[in-house]
Each structure stands twice: as structure tokens, then as C-alpha cells.
């Protein structure tokens, strides 16, 4: 089992800087493939970047490459998005998710749990 508690969120200017935290309690931690997803109002949600347990692999969604930053430190159970050059576009709530594999995943169904979520906004 993992918890996941999500940090960092707020309003940002366009052009503007967020880093989000996603601390993580259980065991199972350091096995688990992380991803940040997000969800806009009236829109799915999408991932936006995954990383494996060992952090050789990352994903990124094409729209946040070049900008977002995705990083765990297994020591301290955290997974981390950094975000640059954010846009209004980038507004959502963004969740952090974890698998109970080591290899990433794109879709969120394949991700067995979930944090409450963190609003970002940015505006123009």
C-alpha cells in the first residue's frame, strides 16, 4: 500500500516557476513507477511525466517538453515536478500516482494509487 500527499501547488504568473512534491508513505515506495498527471476542468486527465523506480527512464507529454522536470529522491520517498515557463494552458489540478510495477505507464488505469490532487494556475 502507498499514500501519496501531494505539495507545491498555487497561482503562478505566465512565464512563471512551480515545484511540486509528492511524498509517499508505505514500503512499497522505492518498486513503484511514479507519474504526475493532470486535469483540467472539462477535460480528461492526461500524464504529463512518469519516471521508473530507478529513475533511468522518464516520459513527458509533448506539450511540457523542454519545461517540466520530472525527479524522485528514494531516500526521502518524494517524487518531484519542476515546472518552468508555465502557461495559462498549464492550469489544472495535478495528481501524483504510483504503480505497483517499476516500468512506467502512460494511461491512467494502469496506476493504483493516487494523491488528493494540487490546483495550479497560472495567469496571463
Known amino acids: 500500500q502507498v499514500q501519496l500527499v501531494e505539495f507545491g501547488g498555487g497561482l503562478v504568473q505566465a512565464g512563471g516557476s512551480l515545484r511540486l512534491s509528492c511524498a509517499a508513505s508505505g514500503r512499497t515506495f522505492i518498486s513503484s513507477a511514479m507519474g504526475w498527471f493532470r486535469q483540467a476542468p472539462g477535460k480528461e486527465r492526461e500524464l504529463v511525466a512518469a519516471?521508473?523506480?530507478?529513475?533511468?527512464?522518464?516520459y513527458y507529454a509533448d506539450s511540457v517538453k523542454g519545461r517540466f522536470t520530472i525527479s524522485r529522491d528514494n531516500a526521502k520517498n518524494t517524487v518531484y515536478l519542476q515546472m518552468n515557463s508555465l502557461n495559462p494552458e498549464d492550469t489544472a489540478v495535478y495528481y501524483c500516482a504510483a504503480r505497483r510495477r517499476m516500468i512506467m505507464a502512460t494511461t491512467p488505469s494502469e496506476y493504483d494509487y493516487w494523491g488528493q490532487g494540487t490546483q495550479v494556475t497560472v495567469s496571463s
Open positions: 519516471i521508473t523506480w530507478s529513475s533511468t527512464s522518464t
